[in-house]
């Protein structure tokens, strides 16, 4: 049976990441479709895996899709996901759009493999929560998660190509202070932090930080977990990073904290506090980096640590191609 993939939203920022991922995992597959709105329609794109004219989603028949991936935003998500489901694809979905609906899975497939029950809609989880919820599962596993507080440092392009741009015009732009170049971000991100990612909810927290509170339990089976967030844009144009405090169940051994971390392949631990990870330096697009992990010291209980990893990669692409590749050999 031939696999025939489509990625929706292709010249995005994500979607054109999702070609990288698919060649680096040497997923195996008959025919690769580009999709996006018509006004990239009928552009050519030339990479690794050959020639490729971006097709109209308005036209594209969906009835020869094994999987489809879909980043092209949440209002996309909704309009043809489940189009393309009825058509007979199964929709792996990189947006908003169904994390929190119940009857869909949301899969780490490191993390929750379980979940799936051989829907044809799967949701693919926001990138920082990917990256959080990868170093927290082996803290639960141990020890049990009681307390979760997160600090998130976001970079632009967690915002696609128009965060990129945007951090590149406010560089140039002489007037720091000014407020009207900035279309994406609420204030000018160059050498400026802005505690604010998407809209701010009645309470106001972001949605974003509500994101992470849900999606987080969602992954976790964990309904009842304190968890809590301030998500922060900062001036990084690509690249993750997050402050996390875990307060825990049982007394926390860091030794065998650390152990646990070295048997994860993508995994990789700082051996010394000054070793630290930043974006800027991480060596694989593929791996999550915890550094700076140490002990509370008003609790035995409390443990800190400091996670970096790859937005585009790891908190998107990679993780939905894992997805397909866990359905594509049947262990998913």
């Known amino acids: 049976m031939s696999t025939n993939i489509a990625i929706i939203g292709a010249t995005g920022a994500v979607g054109s990441e999702f070609i990288k991922v698919i060649e680096h ?28 004219v971006v097709q109209d989603i308005e036209t594209f028949d969906f009835s020869t899709i094994t999987y489809a991936f879909f980043t ?30 119940p009857l869909v899975p949301l899969i780490i497939p490191e993390v929750n493999l379980s979940s799936y029950k051989q829907e044809k809609l799967i949701a693919n989880p926001n990138c920082s929560t990917i990256q959080i919820v990868r170093a927290l599962k082996p803290i639960d596993e141990l020890f049990g998660l009681d307390k979760v507080i997160i600090s998130t440092y976001q970079a632009a392009s967690g915002a696609g190509n128009a965060g990129i741009e945007e951090l590149h015009a406010s560089m140039l732009n002489e007037n720091e202070n000014a407020t009207e170049a900035s279309t994406v971000f609420s204030r000018p ?12 909810l009645d309470n106001d927290f972001t ?8 999606e987080s339990r969602k992954i976790l089976a964990a309904n009842d977990l304190f968890i809590t967030c301030t998500a922060v844009r900062v001036p990084v144009f690509t690249g993750h990073s997050a402050a996390v405090y875990v307060e825990t169940v049982e007394d926390i051994d860091l030794e065998k904290l650390a152990a646990s971390f070295a048997e ?42 400091w996670v970096v990893a790859n937005n585009l990669w790891v908190g998107a692409a990679l993780n939905a191609v894992l997805i397909a590749q866990q359905l594509q050999d049947n262990t998913l």
Request: glycine share 6%; aromatic share 10%.
């Open 25 to 52: 995992l040497k997923f195996d597959f008959d025919e690769l479709h580009l999709v996006a709105s018509s006004r990239s329609a009928g552009q050519m794109i030339v990479n690794n895996l050959g020639n490729f």
């Open 72 to 101: 092209a935003g949440g209002s996309v998500s909704r309009k043809w996901a489940e189009k393309a489901v009825n058509a007979g694809a199964t929709v792996i979905d990189n947006t908003s759009a169904f994390r929190m609906d």
């Open 189 to 200: 991100l160059a050498h400026n932090v802005i505690p604010q990612i998407d809209k701010f």
């Open 207 to 214: 949605f974003e930080e509500e994101k992470v509170r849900f």
């Open 264 to 305: 994860i392949p993508d995994i990789e631990l700082s051996n010394t506090a000054s070793s630290f990870p930043t974006p800027r330096l991480i060596a694989s697009q593929d791996k999550v980096y915890i550094g700076r992990m140490r002990k509370e010291p008003n609790t035995p209980k409390g443990v800190w640590l």
